[in-house]
T-cell receptor, first 113, second 113 residues
Framework: GENVEQHPSTLSVQEGDSAVIKCTYSDSASNYFPWYKQELGKRPQLIIDIRSNVGEKKDQRIAVTLNKTAKHFSLHITETQPEDSAVYFCAASSTSSASKIIFGSGTRLSIRP | DSGVTQTPKHLITATGQRVTLRCSPRSGDLSVYWYQQSLDQGLQFLIQYYNGEERAKGNILERFSAQQFPDLHSELNLSSLELGDSALYFC????????????FGPGTRLTVL
């Protein structure tokens, strides 16, 4: 069945450095790729998303890249700050008849002061 | 605030009991999704409803059921509860298709003793 793999499961970076989280998906019909940030005990919140008609999208310090041929997409956070510490989830979905959104297993990002 | 509401916020019950979790989607959203998140785990998709009809099913146990009412609010019923059902249960809503952004509610924390 459809699957989304996310790596790494944990990531620790120095404040000010960049963080990269990678996801691969199996369903070639996937055409929507959101990223969610979840702080401890809170709801997942959308931070950025990308659709299959573009290869890259940027919003201030965060960017997402998509490689449809290789079926992978990545989240890039630059100039990391303490408030970036959270769990990040990638997801993939499509409008195919058997579609549903599939989430990755999450990456726990810690920013070291 | 995402505009999605969930009640109750916390629920403590005993094994073998039955509970109902409630979700009201954002105004105008037709789709409701239910997710289960166990401690330090990812988001497990349970079920999706669209405009009152079941649209997609994930890893939902037979002891669990859901429905979406004409006013578009949804309820998740959990019966014959087991210790392992203790988790955060999130509801999310979107405009309709699987490639619409999902907005999550604050969650219901269920504790089964």
């Amino acid at each position: 069945g459809e699957n989304v793999e996310q790596h790494p499961s944990t990531l620790s970076v120095q404040e000010g450095d960049s963080a990269v989280i990678k996801c691969t998906y199996s369903d070639s019909a996937s055409n929507y790729f959101p990223w969610y940030k979840q702080e401890l005990g809170k709801r997942p919140q959308l931070i950025i998303d990308i659709r299959s008609n573009v290869g890259e999208k940027k919003d201030q310090r965060i960017a997402v890249t998509l490689n449809k041929t290789a079926k992978h997409f990545s989240l890039h956070i630059t100039e990391t700050q303490p408030e970036d510490s959270a769990v990040y989830f990638c997801a993939a979905s499509s409008t195919s008849s058997a579609s549903k959104i599939i989430f990755g297993s999450g990456t726990r990002l810690s920013i070291r002061p | 605030d995402s505009g999605v509401t969930q009640t109750p916020k916390h629920l403590i019950t005993a094994t073998g009991q039955r509970v109902t979790l409630r979700c009201s989607p954002r105004s105008g959203d037709l789709s409701v999704y239910w997710y289960q998140q166990s401690l330090d785990q990812g988001l497990q998709f349970l079920i999706q409803y669209y405009n009152g009809e079941e649209r997609a099913k994930g890893n939902i146990l037979e002891r669990f059921s859901a429905q979406q009412f004409p006013d578009l609010h949804s309820e998740l019923n959990l019966s014959s509860l087991e210790l392992g059902d203790s988790a955060l249960y999130f509801c999310a809503s979107s405009g309709g298709t699987e490639t619409d952004t999902q907005y999550f509610g604050p969650g219901t924390r269920l504790t089964v003793l």
